[in-house]
């Protein structure tokens, strides 16, 4: 069993982590701040179906991660249902069908008029919108300490406080003294180019969102998003989309997607009164807390899992954008497969390999 480090302690870093080191590895994973420092611990905290084909395995071996994840995470057994939004009845229909054609696994269902409200009393009258039979909210640093307990359950040893790079055929460096491992496994979301110990290296580069956390009197049942969040990925996407998802009773309202780094308190009141339109009680909610953090988006959207060219023995899981959460623990466990030396090839559409060496 080799032994291997891990740098980064987001929900891929632990996930991996706690997966390697049951299989028996001498795991060390290099965190530079803290537990969920980054999107791990800042995130709406929904686990939700991809709406990208090729990430669809991922998400269906993460929830089964889930499922038996323990260590203090409570796996929602039902989903509670995603709501689609839009005031744009024709264009959301078409979305609807395209959805029921691609993934008919979702049931997606047409609601408009009274339905809308009989199915969720939270939205507003004139909305249109259809449901998704997926959408479990759990609280946003809640899956991402519980992999990192499972990793130190399992004899992986966390260093916290250490900003660890890649030291080529060797392990890796941290505060200039080199560490041996026969395997690397960079794991540090948009920071990923300076893990690797590249300043040009841009496969994966930071997406901000910003989310403002409110307690409702009557929180939506559903988790419920604007319609387009296919499209974020995608050059001209919007700036911001509306979402609002309630885990313990606390509702995130987001969310911004932009490359720069964003005044999130100005932003947070604009959230709320964007989403009013959708969820009318926003317009009264008090501001609880103001979560900001960086996705690591890839350049065409899809993660970026295992060997990289290059850098023997280095593997990467990042580029998960708005979907890590929801991904993570899946990409972790193939990636781990690969460290090891077995499991089945990463598909290429999702291999490191297809950005090249840094
Ligand atoms: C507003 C918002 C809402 C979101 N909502 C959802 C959602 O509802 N559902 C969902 O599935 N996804 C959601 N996401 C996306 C999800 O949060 C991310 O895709 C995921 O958390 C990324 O995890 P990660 O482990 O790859 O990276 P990160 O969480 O960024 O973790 C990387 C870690 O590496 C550490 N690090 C970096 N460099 C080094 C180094 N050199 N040495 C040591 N440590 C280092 C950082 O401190 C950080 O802790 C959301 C994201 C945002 C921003």
């Given amino acids: 069993m080799p032994d291997v480090a891990v740098i980064g302690g987001g929900i891929a870093g632990c996930a991996a982590a706690a997966l390697l080191a049951e299989a028996g590895a001498s795991v060390t994973l290099y965190e530079r701040e803290e537990i969920a420092a980054g999107a791990s611990g800042r995130n709406s905290g ?30 929602p057994a039902e989903a509670s249902g995603l ?26 269902e047409w609601l408009e008029g009274a339905d809308v409200q009989a199915a969720e009393p939270a939205l507003a009258g004139d909305v249109c919108a259809y449901r998704l039979d997926t959408g479990r909210p759990v609280p946003p640093r809640s899956a991402t300490r519980a992999w990192a307990e499972r990793a130190r359950a399992a004899g992986a040893r966390i260093e916290i406080g250490a900003t660890a790079t890649v030291a080529p055929g060797e392990g890796v460096s941290v505060g200039g003294r080199v560490h041996g491992a026969d395997a690397v496994v960079v794991a540090a979301g948009p920071w990923t180019g300076a893990a690797l110990g590249s300043t040009t290296w841009r496969a994966v580069g930071p997406l901000w969102g910003v989310v403002a956390q409110v307690r409702l009197a009557q929180p939506p049942r559903h988790s419920i998003e604007q319609a387009g969040v ?11 989309l509306f979402s609002i998802v309630t885990a313990d009773g606390a509702s995130a309202v987001g ?100 950005f090249g060496a840094p």
């Avoid at 686990?47 to 796996?75: I, K, N, R, W």
Wanted: proline share 11%.
């Fill in 46 to 75: 929904v686990l939700q179906h991809p709406m990208d084909p090729a990430t669809v395995p991922l998400y269906e071996a993460s929830l089964e991660l889930y499922a038996g994840l323990e260590h203090g995470f409570a796996f």
């Fill in 83 to 108: 709501l689609v939004v839009d005031s744009d009845a024709p264009a959301l229909a078409a979305e609807r069908d395209a959805t029921a054609a691609e993934f008919p696994e979702l049931a997606p």
């Fill in 230 to 240: 296919d499209t974020l990925t995608s050059p001209g996407a919007p700036d911001s």
């Fill in 255 to 354: 969310s911004t997607f932009t490359p720069l780094e964003p005044d999130a308190a100005a932003l947070a009141p604009v959230l709320l009164e964007r989403g009013a339109r959708y969820v009318p009680a926003l317009e009264d909610a008090r501001i609880e807390h103001v979560r900001a953090c960086a996705r690591p988006r890839s350049f065409d959207g899809r993660p970026l899992l295992g060997p990289m060219p290059g850098l023997d023995g280095v593997h990467l899981i990042t580029g998960h954008g708005p979907w890590g959460i929801s991904l993570g623990p899946g990409s972790a466990q193939a990636v781990v497969e690969g460290v090891l030396g077995g499991g089945a090839a990463i598909a290429p559409e999702l291999a490191t390999a297809r």
